[in-house]
């Protein structure tokens, strides 16, 4: 790829992994949309902070969502169907995934992705109580138990 006026982009994952793409998919990332109209070589664009795992799974959120929407082809979807297939796609994510994908989401600012994941994460974890939701993200309490008291005293609205 020598130009700017390719139709395909090849995005290099942090673990070496090449995946060559539509542009109009790759510019759904406004990282990769800034590095195509400032600094791209036309080559590849590397992510240094992308696994290939995570980062096949937001080409594939992208290519949905970009082929959902054109108006000229067979993959066109309702809204109604793309809600749908948004939801089978995170619902076929573990934990550990969709950390990846929210965090790949925020290093590539991939808006809709990132707004799909985390609302998924927050109706997961909104009945959980303060001790269900430490385990659930895997931090650990190291408040003293007077510590603690005080904080639910201070904060007492947020304990209800």
Known sequence: MSDNNNTTVTLRS?????????KEVALMSVTIRNIIEDAWDGI???????????????????KRHSLATTTNNNEAMTEEELEAWDKDFVMNMDNHELFEVIMATNYMVVQGLMDLTC????DMVKDLSIEEVRVFFGVENDFTEEEEAEIRRQNEWAFK
């Open 14 to 22: 942090s673990d070496g992994e090449e995946f060559e793409v539509p």
């Open 44 to 62: 590849n664009i590397p992510l240094y902070n992308v696994e290939s795992g995570v980062l096949a799974k937001v080409i594939e959120y992208c």
């Open 119 to 122: 609302r998924w994460v927050a």
